[in-house]
Each structure stands twice: as structure tokens, then as C-alpha cells.
């Protein structure tokens, strides 16, 4: 065993653990590896709690899955980082996990595409969901394969997140990332608005990926009726509001309140991720007004 591969496995042991110490993951959840060549890959094993890994319980195996050397079996969804290795030659690492608020979105179907964060922006851009895949299966690569040429970080319908990078603990960090904007998100969803970045100041921030030397694996799109090859996303989708004037633009869906008359057209509003916003007056109207029906 070389340097590279004792310092990998160091890697992947450190960064389990800190998944563990984050709450990322339970119980057995979440994988992780490192392409150590063009023909191996470093993996942690099946039914190991992340927080209790130790160098020599790491699996090393070829890029169609068999195995090289390790005592334990590799990780069962092996298969979603194979994909993602085949489709970017310049990813090294790849860290699947389940941090709570990131898979709430991804169970609640919203995707974290938002302008809302020029942190996010710049550096992991448009957060899009793959479609449900069953875990373990061949379902799971497929559903990823559209949108990992685009993207370095993914939710996976409920399921989970996935990050990908050049190195490890890039990786780890952007799972950081997905989790945090999560957070950041629902608070100001649950505080009843967002105001968006403009789609002029995520032109902007675009070009200050390059200055950054963000290495971005397609551009932004804040334009939602950007033609997309449906088996190929080519660029990252942005909610992002044209405004010649503004920076930030409020959210026209963003849960402010009206007259309680006008609850059933609320339903009518919902933005582009699926929402559905109503204040507590509009919800007791509905209320009130079904029953009426039923009555009637």
C-alpha cells in the first residue's frame, strides 16, 4: 500500500467521522470514496456506522464495482459513485449522506435552486433533485446520470444529498454547504419570505466564479424556460427574477398575507418548486368553507 492509499483511508475515516459528529447520517447511512487511480476506487463497507470506521475496513475495487482487495463487502450504493466517476473524469470524490433539513426538501420534492445565497451561487449554484431511485439498485446511477455532468451537488428524492469534488474534504465541505443553505432556506420559508437575487446579479456573480477560480462544472441558467436535454442537463437552473433596477427582488409567492376572501386562489399560487403557501387565516377559510360544502 502506498502513501496515497494510507492517507485516503485516513481521509475517508476522518470524514466519516465528522458526517457522524454533524448528525448527517445514522445508524449505517451514507457512503463515501476517493478514485485513488484511473482504475481503483477506495470505498467505505456495507453496514458500518460512518463514526466507527477504521482504515482497515475500507474496500478497494475496480470502476465496474469488483473487488480488489478488503475483507468486508463495499458499500451497497458502490453503483452511484462508479456513475459518477465514468461521467467526471476531473471528480476524485464522491460523499453521499442524509443530513436532516437537505433530505427534508428532497422528501418535500423542493429543490434548492433558489437565488437566494450569493455564497451558494458561486460556488455550487442551482441544487437540483434527481428523481426517486431505488437505493442499491441500477435505478440509483440512472436517476443521477442527467444531472451530475452539471452539477456538484444533488438532492436525491427521498433519499438524501450527494457532493462531489476534486478532492475529499471538498466534497465533505460542500455537503456542509447543501445542509446549511437547507437550514437557511426553510427559516426564511417559514418566516413567510424569501427576496430573491436578481437574474443581472447572478450574471454577475457567474463571472466572479471565474475570478475566484471556482472551478464550476457548467454555467448558470436563470431563465426557466431554457431548453434542457432531458438526458443531458447542460447548464444550473436558477430561480432568479429579471430586474433592470433591483439586486433583490421579492418573492412574488412569498406568503405574504391577503384578504382571507382570497384563500382558494391561494392554492392557484404556487411558485415554480411545487409550493403551496398559505397564512393561518387563508387555511381556516378553507377549513371553514369545506365544511360548508360538506354541509351543504
Known amino acids: 500500500m502506498n502513501d496515497a492509499e ?14 457522524w459528529v454533524q448528525g448527517f447520517v445514522a445508524s449505517n447511512d451514507g457512503n463515501l470514496s476517493v478514485r485513488l487511480a484511473d482504475d481503483r476506487v477506495l470505498t ?7 463514526g466507527f470506521m477504521t482504515t482497515d475496513m475500507l474496500v478497494v475495487t475496480d470502476l465496474d464495482g469488483r473487488k480488489v ?3 468486508r463487502d463495499a458499500s451497497s450504493e458502490l453503483k452511484m459513485h462508479l456513475e459518477v466517476y465514468h461521467q467526471r473524469p476531473d471528480v476524485r470524490a464522491v460523499v453521499h449522506a442524509h443530513p436532516a433539513t437537505a433530505t427534508g426538501f428532497a422528501v418535500a420534492g423542493v429543490p434548492l435552486t433558489r437565488a437566494v445565497l450569493a455564497e451558494v451561487i458561486t460556488t455550487l449554484g442551482g441544487i437540483p433533485i434527481a428523481e426517486y431511485a431505488t437505493p442499491s439498485t441500477a435505478e440509483l446511477p440512472a436517476a443521477i446520470r442527467s444531472y451530475i455532468k452539471a452539477h456538484d451537488g444533488l438532492l436525491l428524492a427521498n433519499h438524501g444529498a450527494l457532493a462531489v469534488a476534486g478532492d475529499l474534504f471538498t ?12 437550514k437557511i432556506s426553510l427559516v426564511a420559508r417559514l418566516l413567510g419570505r424569501e427576496h430573491l437575487i436578481s437574474r443581472e446579479e447572478v450574471e454577475r456573480l457567474q463571472g466572479l466564479r471565474g475570478y475566484y477560480g471556482i472551478a464550476a462544472p457548467a454555467p448558470l441558467c436563470t431563465d426557466p424556460d431554457t431548453p434542457q436535454d432531458a438526458d443531458q442537463v447542460l447548464c444550473q437552473v436558477l430561480e432568479a427574477p ?13 406568503g405574504l398575507p391577503r384578504p382571507v376572501g382570497d384563500a382558494r386562489s391561494a392554492l392557484a399560487a404556487a411558485s415554480r418548486d411545487g409550493e403551496i403557501r398559505l397564512t393561518y387565516g387563508e387555511l381556516t377559510a378553507l377549513i371553514a368553507d369545506a365544511i360548508k360544502h360538506l354541509r351543504d
Open 171 to 182: 466534497a465533505y465541505h460542500r455537503m456542509e454547504t447543501i445542509e446549511h443553505f437547507a
Open 242 to 254: 429579471e430586474s433592470s433596477t433591483e439586486r433583490l427582488v421579492p418573492d412574488d409567492t412569498g
Open 69 to 71: 482487495s478488503g475483507t
Open 6 to 19: 494510507q492517507q485516503a483511508r485516513a481521509d475517508i475515516v476522518e470524514v466519516g467521522r465528522r458526517l
Open 44 to 50: 467505505t463497507p456495507k453496514s458500518v456506522s460512518k
